[in-house]
């Protein structure tokens, strides 16, 4: 697994040099938008509380960590009125899912680091049974590349992402190329959507990597081919296959 990481990295590394040399991808234009203040509805407290307990990954791997601690403390704050959040640490000590706290070390768990979009899912769903939340369900979606504008996946997506930052009543967690959205390498990433405007539909990202310092927003057209985005076939080898999301239906 080592060899494999120690391949792939120039590869990822050209890549990025190209899009910055040619200022393509995620360096193009006004592709991406910094948000310096936060989302602030009143009406929709679960919206306050991801943004409030969002957090930043403490491993280069540990990006699906920081997601799920982040939405499983906006719905504890909702559910308990609980104002003591549970930290990065507690939750891989109590979720033993997947082997997902040796995943997050340097060596991985026989080699492999992160999580793939399916063991994602069902970390998500047996962190909500470890903290007894009320949800009433979590769909895995795997997002295909070849979707047309109007698939019923897009669109299902968008009906998702104006549900969570009108009414408060989901949370979505992207599994997406991160260099499809900000300047940085074409790599599997894990964050919580933050926003959605449905009248210019563009998507803010709480992304959870330290490099990312603030909220950004991207298209939605964007957000959707980061998310389809097939990762580089080398990935396969660590159980990647492609991208998607996790909706968290809370009631």
Known sequence: MNLLRNLIRPYLYARYGFHRMTGTGAFKGDRVRTVHSPARPQWNPLKQAIWRYHVKQFHDSSCSVASVVSCINAIR???????????????????????????????????RRGLPLPLLGQVVKDSITAYDLKVRT????????????????????KKRLREFDRHGNCLIIAHFDQGSLVPTLNIPHISPVGAYDSTSERVTMLDVDPEQLMPYQVSFDAFYKGLACDYHHVFEAFGYGSGGYVYIHIR
């Open 77 to 111: 704050s909702l559910e308990n009125n609980d104002t003591h959040p549970i930290s990065q640490t507690d939750i891989l000590d109590r979720v033993t899912t997947g082997h997902w706290k040796e995943r997050m070390s340097d060596g991985g768990y026989r080699g």
């Open 138 to 157: 979590v769909d895995i979606v795997q997002t295909p590349k070849n979707a047309t504008p109007k698939s019923p996946i897009r669109a299902r997506l």
